[in-house]
């Protein structure tokens, strides 16, 4: 992105002068063959330009850089040698990618499985989430069973979502604070569908939105798919500067703000109360929207778990606030099972943009999903305890093969943001992957493409053999070979 641009694959080409402008400007000033080629290589593999997508021709190109053609025609024939770019005569020059280096996500695909359940010998720690508590997916299934007959003998179609999940959510949100009635409640397809849908509704491309950085790196590409500018507030190891925050928004006025104040995705960060308030008056002041992100926010580690942010303040001071949530970190990720709790008017808006993407969720799912939340109070307590004995396990195996690393145990959440003491977070990506270790490297969750280079997200979710075996990759990853260098950005796909 540049100038707050983006390339769509729906428009299947792209022009000269669309090229030009996502350039850094070092090669707009200079443009020499390998620059150019390195150049349009980066947006290809950081998905700025999308794959299978026309490039310019050969002479418009060069009237765009002022260049000659001989330099364009010899950028694209080191694309073509290095598998970046294919050309069919009449027809022009494409985007490719180089045998094994698949798209954005498609490790999801085609290997995430395996490497997670160890059948190749591989460890994912892209993934901060685990897998569904010992034979609670069981039992809720065989509940839910005995409640589908009586729904089956109905249509099934359920835009806002089961009755009986919206009521149990909403009374989730009362319970810890918050009153909330079940017609404040959408049901989603997890919490990345939810934050889609509210940006969707509420954002047009071009608007201005606030996150965090770094930030949950899913809803960064969603923001960039949507055409919008992101404006980020910093989020370091000591958590938030609510004065740069407060600054930004006021000099900004964005749409909407996004943020993760429970367990920060991935610094772990819990911001205190106090800021909090502070959060909440200033979105007001600039009418802008406020999206809460509470996926993580069960996760509690040392201590009780926060109370929702709309919550605070007096009456009517968080009317601007929408919480998104999903059972995907306290339960299983494969329940693809999320809410939004916002104004009932808002929800209906909401519920009417779900029903042109999927008409409805999957009663099943929802069934499966309501007989977890039911018996919840009983589960959560063992799988934090699970947590904080592996989150101990991992630190000591960092200790153990990395002492030279640094970073803070959050107290709560899912990962440690390790400091690398060099920005070498994508070289080592690569490195360890070669040897089966999959991490989160920095720069997947910051704003700006090659930023973070230095940290990587580790998730303590595995259990302590296999964290152990991870941190054993990863040292010697780190440490052997040639010295790591920082590499081209490239996209990796983390949840």
């Known amino acids: 992105m540049a100038n707050g641009r983006v390339v769509r694959t729906a428009d299947m080409t792209v022009g000269s002068r669309a090229?030009?402008?996502l350039l850094p400007a070092g090669v707009r000033a200079r443009p020499g063959y390998r620059s150019l080629a390195e150049a349009v290589r980066s947006l290809v593999l950081d998905g700025r330009i999308p794959l299978h997508v026309r490039l310019p021709a050969e002479r418009e190109l060069a009237d765009a850089l002022g260049a000659s053609r001989a330099t364009v025609t010899a950028a694209y024939d080191l694309l073509r040698e290095s598998g970046y770019c294919r050309s069919r005569r009449g027809s022009g020059t494409w985007t490719e990618l180089p045998d094994g280096h698949?798209?954005?996500?498609?490790h999801l695909l085609d290997a995430t499985a395996g490497r997670r359940t160890g059948r190749d010998g591989g460890i994912d720690l892209a993934v901060a989430a685990m897998g569904a508590p010992e034979g609670s997916l069981s039992e809720a299934l065989a509940r839910a069973a005995v409640r589908l007959p009586a729904l089956a003998r109905e249509p099934g179609y359920h835009p806002f979502g089961l009755p009986e999940l919206r009521r149990a959510v909403a009374d989730r949100f009362t319970r810890r604070g918050l009153a909330t009635r079940p017609e404040q409640i959408l049901v989603t397809a997890g919490a990345q569908q939810a934050f889609v849908l509210v940006a969707s509704l509420l954002c047009r491309?071009?608007?201005?939105?606030?996150?965090?950085?770094?930030?949950?790196a899913n809803v960064l590409d969603a923001l960039r798919h949507a055409r919008l500018r992101t404006v980020p507030v910093a989020v370091s190891d000591a958590g938030w500067d609510m004065e740069t925050t407060e600054s930004t928004l006021h000099q900004t006025a964005p749409r909407l703000a996004y943020a993760i104040p429970d367990f920060h995705n991935p610094t772990g960060a819990l911001m205190p109360p106090e800021q909090r308030l502070r959060l909440l008056a200033a979105t007001r002041r600039t009418g802008t929207w406020l999206v809460v992100d509470e996926t993580i926010a069960d996760i509690a580690l040392d201590g009780p778990a926060p109370r929702p942010l709309a919550s605070l303040g007096p009456r009517g001071a968080s009317d601007h606030v929408v919480t998104i949530g999903s059972l995907s970190k306290t339960h299983w990720g494969g329940l693809r099972v999320g809410w939004i709790r916002a104004a009932e008017k808002l929800v209906t808006e909401l519920a009417a943009v779900r029903v042109a993407a999927d008409m409805t969720g999957s009663v099943l799912d929802q069934l499966v999903a309501l007989t977890l939340l039911?018996?919840?109070?009983?589960t959560l307590p063992a799988r934090l305890a699970q947590l904080r004995e592996r989150r101990g396990a991992l630190v000591r195996a960092l200790r153990r093969h990395t002492p030279?690393?640094?970073?803070?145990?959050?107290p709560g959440g899912l990962s440690l943001w390790v400091d690398l003491g060099a920005p070498v977070s994508s070289a080592l990506a690569e490195r360890a992957a070669a040897g089966g270790v999959h991490i989160g490297r920095g720069a997947r969750f910051g704003v700006d493409p090659g930023t973070f280079e230095h940290r990587i997200r580790i998730p303590y979710t595995l259990p302590a053999d296999r964290l152990e075996e991870g941190m054993r990759r990863l040292a010697e990853a780190f440490h052997g070979g040639e010295p790591l260098a920082p590499s081209?950005?490239?996209?990796?796909?983390?949840?």
């Open 19 to 21: 090229l030009a402008a």
């Open 102 to 106: 698949g798209p954005v996500g498609a």
């Open 205 to 216: 491309a071009g608007d201005r939105v606030v996150t965090e950085n770094p930030t949950y």
């Open 374 to 378: 039911e018996g919840e109070e009983q």
């Open 404 to 410: 030279q690393w640094s970073w803070r145990v959050p």
């Open 488 to 495: 081209v950005e490239r996209p990796h796909w983390v949840a």
